[in-house]
C-alpha cells in the first residue's frame, strides 16, 4: 500500500520528535486522515481507526490527568499498542515520561507541537490529502502561464521544451518537462510537479540538459501547479479540420477528473508561446464567465436579424 513516511511528514509539519530513539525507517502513514483517541482511552476499541494519525488534544489529556496513575498508564498502554503509526501531542499537553517509555516499548513514535488542535487537525488532513493522493505520471510539460497550470502534451520532439523556454524568457514558470506527476487531491483538482530528479531542468535537443533555476533564476521555476488546461501539440494535417470557433469544447481525463483540452497544429512560423499565453488568458475569462466565441457567436445571430 502507499505510504508517506513519517520522517518526511514531520518535517513538512514542523513537528518536534520526543523519541528519538525509535528509528523511523520504513514507518509509514497510509490514510489520509486523523484520529482524536477519545473512546479509545476510556477502553472502547471497536471500530478502532488505528492506522491513522493519532493527534491527542487538551480534551483528551485533560481526561488522563483526572484519572489516577494506575488508570492512566493502563488506558494510555492499551491505545499505544493498538498498532498506531504515531501519536502527535497538540498545544498545551505535553506526554509525560512514563507516556514516552510506552511508547519505546511500542515503537510508536510520538511528536509534540506548538500548533493548536484544531490547526493541527487540519493542515495534517490537507498535507495527507495531498501526499497519498491518487497519481500518474504522464509524457509532457507543465508550466504556470499567468497563474493558469498549462500541461503541454504531444509526441516527442514536437517543441515542448522549446514552447516551454520560450515562455520562462517571457516571464512565465517552468513546474515541470519530459515527465509530469498528476495527483487527484479532489474530484476537480489535479496538480502537477516534477519528479526529484528531474525537477528544475530541462531538455534541449541538440544543446542538452539546461538547469533553469540557475541558469533564469528562482523565480522562474515552482514546485506544484494546479492542472487547468492541456494543450495537445500535433502535426499539421490538412485533411483533418480543426476548430476555429471554441463554441464547443473539448476535454481530456485523468485520474477520473475532465481537463480542457486544446488540440494546436504545428506549422513553421507559429509562435508557440504566444499561442499558449493566449490560450491560458482566454481560459481564464471564461472561468470568469466571459467567452469570446460565443460573444462574436450573439453578434451574428443579432446582425442576420436586424437585415432579416
Not at 42 to 61: D, P, S, W
Amino acid at each position: 500500500m502507499k505510504g508517506v513516511s513519517i520522517t518526511k511528514m514531520a518535517q513538512a509539519l514542523n513537528l518536534k520528535n520526543l523519541t528519538p530513539d525509535i528509528d523511523l525507517e520504513g514507518k509509514y502513514v497510509t490514510l489520509p486522515d486523523i484520529n482524536r483517541p477519545a473512546l479509545q482511552l476510556t477502553g472502547y476499541l471497536e471500530h478502532f481507526a488505528n492506522k491513522r494519525v493519532q493527534i491527542i488534544g487538551y480534551v483528551e489529556f485533560t481526561y488522563l490527568e483526572h484519572l489516577t496513575e494506575e488508570e492512566r498508564d493502563f488506558a494510555y498502554e492499551r491505545f499505544i499498542s493498538s498498532g498506531i503509526p504515531c501519536v502527535i501531542f497538540s498545544t498545551m499537553t505535553k506526554p509525560t515520561k512514563k507516556m514516552l517509555e510506552v511508547a519505546c516499548q511500542y515503537d510508536v513514535p510520538t511528536f509534540i507541537t506548538d500548533r493548536t488542535t484544531s490547526n493541527l487537525m487540519s493542515e495534517v488532513i490537507r498535507w495527507l490529502g495531498v501526499e497519498l493522493a491518487p497519481s500518474i505520471s504522464i509524457h509532457g510539460v507543465l508550466v504556470d502561464v499567468y497563474g493558469e497550470g498549462i500541461l503541454i502534451t504531444g509526441e516527442s520532439g514536437i517543441g515542448k521544451s522549446e514552447a516551454a523556454l520560450e515562455l520562462i524568457k517571457r516571464g512565465h514558470r517552468l513546474v515541470s518537462d519530459d515527465v509530469v506527476e498528476l495527483r487527484k487531491v479532489s474530484d476537480i483538482t489535479l496538480v502537477g510537479s516534477a519528479p526529484d530528479i528531474t525537477r528544475h531542468f530541462i531538455e534541449l535537443r541538440g544543446i542538452g540538459i539546461i538547469n533553469v533555476k540557475t541558469l533564469f533564476g528562482v523565480e522562474c521555476v515552482k514546485d506544484t501547479q494546479s492542472v487547468d488546461l492541456v494543450i495537445k501539440l500535433e502535426e499539421w494535417d490538412r485533411n483533418k479540420e480543426y476548430d476555429r470557433m471554441g463554441l464547443n469544447e473539448e476535454y481530456i481525463e485523468y485520474l477520473g477528473n475532465k481537463i480542457v483540452c486544446h488540440s494546436l497544429p504545428i506549422r513553421p512560423g507559429r509562435n508557440l508561446a504566444v499561442i499558449v499565453e493566449a490560450a491560458a488568458v482566454n481560459h481564464r475569462q471564461k472561468k470568469m464567465g466571459y467567452n469570446a466565441a460565443e460573444e462574436l457567436y450573439k453578434r451574428v445571430q443579432k446582425n442576420i436579424t436586424r437585415k432579416g
